[in-house]
């Protein structure tokens, strides 16, 4: 049994709007999507913005009201307030934001940032509760000194680590991790990944690794899927979704991003020109007349795409 | 290709400190770019290196109270360091273009976007009313917005982050100015809607014969798109050359480390490539010797100049300092060979 268990997840808005200020029409955020996230793994959730893939991080850590469906974690649905109450559900499943500087409180010093979670979980003295909080900046190879600094001290890469180290101060299972290095400059983005996958090995975390970019997905992650319009329109390993992408707005994705061998440059062009008119054309095919994505077809063992029926046979190669 | 009537713009020895305190810090220190006619020249860095403020100075955009720019910017026989304001009004807009990272900032909410694109010419040239109406129907259709009419009457938070940023290119080129500064156009976006703009801008360039600079941090843009590199680090350009020879063969050690700390497809299980220590802030720049230094620690004083210059290492390609002769990663086997 897989440790989350997705099932048909929806989250819906009202749009409000007429004279009585009723719900005339609702925005779709997400669409009934099922995932699982096993333990010790890393689960990419790729979408541009908009498509609903920080909603569906929220709502696994218990941050966004959902409107229909499951998410199981132990044998129990967690959608509930009650249920996550009760099972200390937010121990075992944190989460690290893309701002650090907005995510970390400003007139707090790093020692009470990092020791809140555990003052919400665990009875420590105040001595156990430094000793804890200094392992922890150990983990994330930041110097003890830290401890009495305030968050704008550091520099943007050392807060992504800080904002790593509360999330791992209560031990959890699951890591949520929305658009973690998007922030980053290039050598410092290199610096946090390497840590987050040496955490992961030392302590059997999972995560659940949110981006747009494709190419850190790409190096996270195992599995992945591809999310558009608050849904799944693609889902499969690394090798499925990067080398044998079916779905046309995959392909769409994968040939936009830019490539650092100039020698390709005008092949690159020419693909990503066809791929835009293949998309344009054949779009209506991929969805439905209203515009949502179709339901998953199984297409291997591990890789689903969202196909119209007529495609379904012999697309594997 | 160098024929002299091609330069467009010639940038030398340009210092633009800041004043932090008593003191003014150079966050661009002693840069020389030159831009021609017809090219893409893309300047690449990480936050902090100068790269911004090479922008801003180039098209005078500082508070000049706590700002100092020294050196040469000659633009058609014109040195725009300390060009006297009307002046350089007349050529901001006309002569330069100016592309803004952030399109929601870079416009004026409360404006319908034709008035916007209007004010450019309404200021720069002599057009009268309808010609300028016209004008801004055809700026939008050029920059691919499908209903020109409707969204020239639209305002700017009833549109998308890509279609915002068309409009910022459409003020931008109202005037068919000759240079063009993007700086990050296409940080804010999805790549789908990235790759559109850079086509776009690409589009631009053809039909426009102009010179455009390009800012950006991300080396997959530049090497999609640019013709010529330059590499700025802590202020001052480390390397550069055709985007051929600077990704084929880059030489820095800074170029080098940041190519290989990019997450790439096959090396899965690796670990990335990290560069020790820290981007130096402004005030701790180092003034002397090789900014990089500090980073390689594991490369002898000795392999770097004391005062470092740029060498030309392929025809049209420098390198700054001496230390790239001596450079190796020490998780290598080259490392192993070297003995240390």
């Known amino acids: 049994m897989a440790m989350i268990e997705v099932r048909n997840l929806k989250i819906h808005y009202p749009i409000r709007s007429g004279f009585f200020n009723r719900v005339t029409d609702h925005v779709l955020a997400v669409d009934g999507i099922d995932f699982d996230i096993e333990q010790g793994e890393t689960y990419g959730l790729i979408g541009e913005s908009g498509s609903g893939k920080s909603t569906t991080g929220k709502a696994i850590v218990g941050l966004e009201p959902v409107t229909s469906g499951s998410i199981m974690y132990k044998g129990q649905d967690i959608t509930k307030r ?4 009760h099972m200390q559900y937010n121990k075992d499943v944190q989460m690290i934001f893309q701002d650090s500087l907005s995510s970390l409180n400003p007139r707090k010093r790093i020692e009470d940032i990092i020791a809140e979670p555990i003052r919400n979980f665990q009875n420590l003295t105040k001595d156990e509760e430094r000793h804890r909080v200094q392992e922890l900046l150990d983990i994330v190879g930041m110097p003890s000194d830290a401890l ?66 494709l190419g850190v997905v790409k190096h996270m992650c195992k599995k992945m899927a591809i999310m558009h319009r608050g849904r799944f329109v693609e889902i499969g390993t690394r090798e499925d979704i990067y080398n044998h992408p079916q779905h046309i707005y995959t392909k769409r994705l994968l040939s936009a991003i830019p490539d650092v061998n100039p ?55 | 290709m160098d024929k002299p009537e091609d330069l467009l713009l010639d940038v030398q020895h340009l210092h633009t400190g800041f004043r932090l305190g008593d003191a003014f810090y150079d ?17 690449v860095g990480e936050s902090g290196s100068g790269k911004s403020t090479l922008a801003t100075s180039i098209i005078g955009l500082h508070d000049m109270r706590n700002t100092k720019v020294t050196g040469d910017i000659l633009y058609n026989n014109l040195n725009l360091v300390g060009l006297n304001e009307t002046l350089f009004d007349r050529i901001r807009g006309k002569d330069i273009g100016m592309i803004f990272q952030d399109p929601l900032a870079a416009l004026n909410p409360l404006m319908r976007i034709g008035e916007q694109i209007e004010e450019t010419l309404v200021y720069h040239t002599k057009m009268n009313k309808e010609e300028r109406d016209k ?41 068919k100015p000759p240079i063009i ?7 804010a976006l999805d790549v789908t809607i990235q790759a559109q703009i850079l086509d776009l801008l690409e589009d631009i360039q053809r039909e426009m014969h102009s010179g455009i600079i390009l800012i950006t941090h991300d080396l997959g843009v530049v ?16 390397e550069s050359g055709t985007v051929m020879d600077v990704f084929k063969h880059p030489t820095h050690p800074y170029t080098r480390s940041l190519l290989r700390s990019m997450p790439q497809a096959e090396s899965d299980d690796d670990e990335l490539h990290v560069i020790q220590g820290v981007v130096p802030s402004l005030k701790n720049m180092q003034m002397k010797g090789c900014r990089f230094a500090p980073r390689i620690p594991w490369i002898p004083a000795s392999a770097h100049e004391e005062h470092p210059t740029m060498h030309e290492v392929a025809p049209d390609h420098f390198v700054q300092c001496t230390c790239y002769k001596d450079f190796y990663f020490p998780d290598d086997d080259q490392a192993a060979e070297k003995g240390e």
Request: net charge neutral; charged share 30%; aromatic share 6%.
């Open chain 1, 82 to 85: 009650s249920v996550r109450k």
């Open chain 1, 148 to 213: 009495y600094k305030y968050p704008h001290e550091f520099s943007g890469g050392q807060r992504q680590r800080i904002g790593v180290a509360r999330a791992m101060a209560t031990n959890p299972k699951l890591i949520v991790a929305d658009e973690p290095v998007s922030a980053l400059d290039l050598s410092v983005q290199a610096q946090v990944l390497n840590f987050m996958k040496r955490i992961q090995e030392e302590y059997n975390i999972s995560y659940l690794f949110i981006s747009h970019d």
């Open chain 1, 263 to 317: 020698d390709d440059r005008e092949k690159n062009k020419e693909h990503r020109r066809e791929v835009e008119r293949i998309f344009k054309e054949e779009e209506s095919k991929y969805y439905s007349k209203e515009g949502r994505v179709l339901n998953l077809q199984k297409i291997s063992d591990t890789h689903s795409v969202a196909l119209p029926d007529s495609t379904m046979k012999g697309v594997h190669d």
């Open chain 2, 27 to 43: 966050a661009v220190d002693d840069v020389s770019i030159t831009l021609r006619k017809d090219e893409i020249l893309a300047i």
């Open chain 2, 135 to 175: 004008r801004v129907l055809e700026l939008l259709s050029q920059v691919g917005i499908p209903n020109p009419k409707r969204t020239a009457r639209s305002y700017p938070h009833e549109l998308s982050g890509g279609m915002r940023q068309r409009i910022v290119i459409a003020i931008a080129i109202a005037c």
């Open chain 2, 181 to 187: 500064i993007a700086d990050e156009p296409t940080t």
């Open chain 2, 223 to 238: 090497a999609e798109t640019a013709d010529r590199v330059a590499v700025m680090y802590a202020g001052q350009i480390v």
